[in-house]
């Protein structure tokens, strides 16, 4: 599973659009990539996945330049509710395996009125 | 609904004792994961289960086990409990097809003195 690299943390103001980005260097060519969200004293919960170019969905939008060695995660207009860890995860579970899905530290983002 | 649930979502315990976790989804999902979650490590996987009477060892499954005895529960069982094993478990589940997206339950507190 290609490793990923994430900011430890991020600050927000509500309303405002927020880029999480995540390095993948050693990506692979079946590897697709994952964001989960995660919020306190919860399980995290699947926001969106791509593969390349861009994925958008109600809740997030997935940027993926043309190398995919890095993706970015956007955020439309934050709001408190919002704030919460995000993970990146690279990897391609039909190959690898189930065994070497990792997770990481992820990214704390905190949204502020 | 179809929903994952675990039992119980505190447990305290003594070392040395043996606890067993539930987890339980009503999806008909092919794939069970156990993982823990520790401040400063992500989350990090114990055991998995491809269907019934399949299991296999995570990154971290010393001191663990699972059984799958049908499709719908995966119990966790710490046959010796230890301080170290003092975290929060969270179950997972995935549809056999589908790439990486994995189904979280509300976890369960375990605190062992």
């Known amino acids: 599973l290609a490793k990923t690299t994430q900011p430890i943390s991020m600050d927000s103001y509500e309303g405002q659009e927020v880029n999480i980005t995540c390095s993948h260097n050693n990506i692979a060519t079946n590897d697709y990539i994952t964001w989960y969200q995660q919020f306190p004293s919860q399980g995290p919960r699947f926001i969106i996945q791509?593969?390349?170019t861009k994925v958008t969905n109600e809740v997030a939008s997935l940027f993926i330049p043309a190398d995919r060695k890095s993706s970015t995660l956007s955020l439309p207009r934050v709001s408190l509710s919002d704030t919460a860890v995000y993970y990146c995860l690279v990897g391609d579970m039909k190959n690898t395996g189930f065994q070497k899905l990792v997770f990481g530290t992820g990214t704390r983002l905190l949204v502020s009125p | 609904d179809a929903e994952i649930t675990q039992s119980p979502r505190h447990k305290i315990t003594e070392t040395g004792r043996q606890v067993t976790l539930a987890c339980h989804q009503t999806w008909n999902h092919n794939n069970m994961f156990w993982y823990r979650q520790d401040l400063g490590h992500g989350l990090r996987l114990i055991h998995y289960?491809?269907?019934?009477?399949?299991?296999n060892k995570g990154e971290v499954s010393d001191g663990y086990s699972v059984s799958r005895s049908n499709t719908e529960d995966l119990p966790l069982t710490l046959e010796s409990a230890a301080s170290s094993q003092t975290s929060v478990y969270f179950c997972?589940?995935?549809?056999?097809?589908?790439?990486?997206?994995?189904?979280f339950g509300p976890g369960t507190r375990l605190t062992v003195l």
């Open positions: 791509g593969y390349k």
């Open positions: 997972a589940s995935s549809p056999r097809m589908e790439r990486d997206t994995q189904y």
């Open positions: 289960s491809y269907g019934v009477h399949d299991t």
